[in-house]
């Protein structure tokens, strides 16, 4: 569901003037609004119903002969994080499948029966363009996060590529057209890949505006995103009439982000129908284990995963009754606790965003949590792109989220030797600080269950970091022919992972440096060889600068110079080194 509507982070929706003007809540997207008119009901392929059948990675051939075997179809597979999705219209299919060798879960995606669009869908329309003629303007939204200032240093790079998995873009807005990658943008709609031209596009407003919240192109006219100069690509998940976002629709777009090669993707929604998926369920269990999968496949590849925290004003982490739930037939209150999950928005790895309005207090809407939130972003009544060349303002944690997947971009822009968790790291680091705003708000300034990290900054996201130097000067005496030796430097203040060229100065004052062998020991005593020994080089001392790629080790923590005497009659000491970060 998306997060901008009545229905949960999807749904909120208020209209104006200039367009419309939403608050998005989540069904399964995420913004806020008074009220939708009711979806279209679907025609349903009478009795069947949608399966994940979940086994090992790359083991999927077994399960989908019992498939068949137990009365369903191969709808679509996805082998390489073991999912296959499996239509069926037999009442114990699931039971059935259960009992087969090699499958380790089973469960029903959804509680009414698979649309009958699923077999053929249809392409959305183009709908007819309007050109814009207002000019651009500093928009408050963008000021609050400093995108204005960070633009005079990058307004992004075309090689990022930052996916939109929603309802669909409008790739002929003149705001997004510049910036659109129709050759990795397709349709997941009803959990198969649709590649053709144009499945892609616009479904209802949602995706459009966050499309342009995160690039829309900085063109003098209409509206700027936060990385305009980024590119684009759409993964339609929702489906049509319902506008719901399956777990099978969703596993689908991150495997496919993951294998096109998206840097970044912006999720605005939770996987539909439930609110949270618990997992002393079995089907809730079945889900939630396959879009796990599908993030982590999708991290694993280098994508950045970003994800909104939803509308309902809730706490994530005091769970307690859900009474949205399944919003694909009759909600009704159940009991809930921590164990159940917002999918994608509280998995592993994910950056989850709660929304602040101008005055940099958090939403009426936004959910929050101690543990949940990552950083946040302004989300009341932002103006971006929809569908036609029109434009609007819509709230929720859904307009909250592509601020930050943009920022994220840029970021990435700037410094393109940046890995998924060094991403993570920054844009947490580089937030700045929000205070609590009333009770129900628990931490401390620097980091609390309302904003997480804070507010992220666009301005710090593309600023060089100065060079941070850590020194020992203390003389280590080198026995002669003996043991090796450390000398130690503790690293603090370093987000994330050290850089791929880390200098490492050394002074080492040696009678005969050829008798040397010198390590650097990382903190988690992972070892690069400096220099080795050699019986030829009968010089005195060690003065050398060297290059290490220890861009897989985690920057903070106790470092150590290490040096082995390695023959007899020749001595000396550790007189000073240095790392550079």
Same mark, same amino acid.
């Given at each position: 569901?998306?997060?901008?509507?009545?229905?949960?982070?999807?749904?909120?929706?208020?209209? %104006?003037?200039?367009? !419309?003007?939403? !608050?998005?809540?989540?069904?399964?997207?995420?913004?806020?609004?008074?009220?939708?008119?009711?979806?279209?009901?679907?025609?349903?392929?009478?009795?069947?119903?949608?399966?994940?059948?979940?086994?090992?990675?790359?083991?999927? *051939?077994?399960?989908?002969?019992?498939?068949?075997?137990?009365?369903?179809?191969?709808?679509?597979?996805?082998?390489?994080?073991?999912?296959?999705?499996?239509?069926?219209? *037999?009442?114990?299919? %699931?039971?059935?499948?259960?009992?087969?060798?090699? !499958?380790?879960?089973?469960? %029903?995606?959804?509680?009414?029966? !698979?649309?009958?669009?699923?077999?053929?869908?249809?392409?959305?329309?183009?709908?007819?363009?309007?050109?814009?003629?207002?000019?651009?303007?500093?928009?408050?939204?963008?000021?609050?996060?400093?995108?204005?200032?960070?633009?005079?240093?990058?307004?992004?790079?075309?090689?990022?590529?930052?996916?939109?998995?929603?309802?669909?873009?409008?790739?002929?807005?003149?705001?997004?057209?510049?910036?659109?990658?129709?050759?990795?943008?397709?349709?997941?709609?009803?959990?198969?890949?649709?590649?053709?031209?144009?499945?892609?596009?616009?479904?209802?407003?949602?995706?459009?505006?966050?499309?342009?919240?995160?690039?829309?192109?900085?063109?003098?006219?209409?509206?700027?995103?936060?990385?305009?100069?980024?590119?684009?690509?759409?993964?339609?998940?929702?489906?049509?009439?319902?506008?719901?976002?399956?777990?099978?629709?969703?596993?689908?777009?991150?495997?496919?982000?993951?294998?096109?090669?998206?840097?970044?993707?912006?999720?605005?929604?939770?996987?539909?129908?439930?609110?949270?998926?618990?997992?002393?369920?079995?089907?809730?269990?079945?889900?939630?284990?396959?879009?796990?999968?599908?993030?982590?496949?999708?991290?694993?590849?280098?994508?950045?995963?970003?994800?909104?925290?939803?509308?309902?004003?809730?706490?994530?982490?005091?769970?307690?009754?859900?009474?949205?739930?399944?919003?694909?037939?009759?909600?009704?209150?159940?009991?809930?606790?921590?164990?159940?999950?917002?999918?994608?928005?509280?998995?592993?790895?994910?950056?989850?965003?709660?929304?602040?309005?101008?005055?940099?207090?958090?939403?009426?809407?936004?959910?929050?949590?101690?543990?949940?939130?990552?950083?946040?972003?302004?989300?009341?009544?932002?103006?971006?792109?929809?569908?036609?060349?029109?434009?609007?303002?819509?709230?929720?944690?859904?307009?909250?989220?592509?601020?930050?997947?943009?920022?994220?971009?840029?970021?990435?822009?700037?410094?393109?030797?940046?890995?998924?968790?060094?991403?993570?790291?920054?844009?947490?680091?580089?937030?700045?600080?929000?205070?609590?705003?009333?009770?129900?708000?628990?931490?401390?300034?620097?980091?609390?269950?309302?904003?997480?990290?804070?507010?992220?900054?666009?301005?710090?996201?593309?600023?060089?970091? %100065?060079?941070?130097?850590?020194?020992?000067?203390?003389?280590?005496?080198?026995?002669?022919?003996?043991?090796?030796?450390?000398?130690?430097?503790?690293?603090?203040?370093?987000?994330?992972?050290?850089?791929?060229?880390?200098?490492?100065?050394?002074?080492?004052?040696?009678?005969?440096?050829?008798?040397?062998?010198?390590?650097?020991?990382?903190?988690?005593?992972?070892?690069?060889?400096?220099?080795?020994?050699?019986?030829?080089?009968?010089?005195?001392?060690?003065?050398?600068?060297?290059?290490?790629?220890?861009?897989?080790?985690?920057?903070?923590?106790?470092?150590?110079?290490?040096?082995?005497?390695?023959?007899?009659?020749?001595?000396?000491?550790?007189?000073?080194?240095?790392?550079?970060?």
């Amino acid at each position: 569901m998306t997060i901008w509507s009545t229905s949960r982070l999807r749904r909120a929706v208020t209209a %104006a003037a200039a367009g !419309v003007s939403l !608050v998005v809540g989540m069904a399964g997207v995420a913004e806020a609004s008074p009220g939708l008119p009711a979806a279209p009901k679907a025609s349903t392929a009478t009795g069947v119903r949608s399966y994940l059948v979940i086994t090992a990675p790359n083991d999927t *051939a077994g399960a989908k002969t019992a498939v068949a075997t137990n009365g369903g179809t191969v709808f679509s597979s996805y082998d390489a994080i073991g999912v296959v999705v499996a239509h069926s219209s *037999a009442s114990d299919f %699931a039971t059935k499948m259960r009992a087969v060798s090699g !499958v380790q879960q089973v469960g %029903a995606t959804r509680t009414t029966d !698979v649309p009958a669009e699923a077999s053929n869908p249809s392409i959305p329309a183009a709908p007819t363009q309007t050109t814009p003629t207002e000019a651009e303007t500093n928009r408050p939204d963008m000021t609050q996060i400093k995108a204005d200032q960070a633009w005079s240093v990058t307004t992004g790079s075309p090689s990022v590529l930052v996916g939109v998995l929603d309802t669909g873009v409008d790739d002929q807005h003149y705001d997004l057209k510049p910036n659109f990658d129709a050759t990795k943008s397709a349709s997941c709609a009803y959990g198969k890949l649709d590649t053709r031209p144009g499945s892609w596009r616009a479904e209802g407003d949602h995706g459009t505006h966050v499309a342009g919240t995160i690039a829309a192109a900085k063109n003098g006219k209409g509206a700027i995103g936060v990385a305009p100069s980024v590119h684009i690509a759409s993964v339609r998940i929702a489906e049509v009439p319902s506008g719901l976002f399956f777990a099978e629709n969703t596993i689908c777009a991150f495997v496919f982000a993951a294998d096109q090669g998206f840097k970044i993707t912006n999720n605005s929604y939770y996987s539909d129908p439930w609110l949270f998926a618990c997992p002393n369920n079995a089907d809730q269990a079945a889900t939630l284990e396959g879009v796990k999968r599908a993030t982590a496949y999708a991290e694993g590849k280098g994508v950045l995963n970003v994800v909104a925290a939803g509308n309902e004003n809730y706490d994530l982490a005091n769970k307690v009754t859900d009474t949205t739930s399944p919003n694909d037939s009759s909600p009704a209150s159940r009991p809930v606790n921590n164990s159940c999950l917002l999918m994608p928005g509280e998995l592993p790895g994910v950056v989850t965003v709660s929304s602040i309005n101008s005055q940099n207090v958090k939403s009426s809407f936004s959910n929050f949590g101690t543990g949940k939130i990552t950083v946040t972003a302004p989300g009341d009544s932002v103006y971006s792109t929809l569908p036609g060349g029109r434009y609007g303002n819509l709230s929720g944690t859904s307009m909250a989220t592509p601020h930050v997947a943009g920022v994220a971009a840029l970021m990435l822009s700037a410094n393109p030797d940046l890995s998924v968790a060094d991403l993570r790291t920054r844009l947490a680091a580089q937030a700045d600080d929000l205070p609590c705003a009333d009770a129900r708000c628990t931490g401390t300034t620097a980091k609390n269950n309302f904003y997480g990290d804070g507010r992220v900054d666009a301005k710090d996201a593309v600023t060089p970091d %100065a060079a941070k130097t850590f020194e020992n000067t203390a003389d280590v005496p080198i026995p002669d022919g003996g043991a090796a030796v450390d000398s130690p430097i503790t690293v603090t203040g370093v987000p994330g992972n050290a850089p791929g060229a880390l200098k490492v100065d050394v002074r080492v004052v040696h009678t005969y440096r050829g008798d040397l062998v010198i390590d650097l020991v990382a903190p988690d005593g992972g070892t690069f060889r400096l220099k080795a020994s050699s019986s030829s080089d009968s010089a005195d001392n060690v003065i050398a600068t060297y290059t290490v790629n220890a861009a897989t080790k985690v920057a903070n923590g106790t470092w150590r110079l290490r040096v082995r005497d390695v023959y007899r009659s020749d001595s000396g000491y550790i007189d000073s080194w240095k790392l550079t970060f």
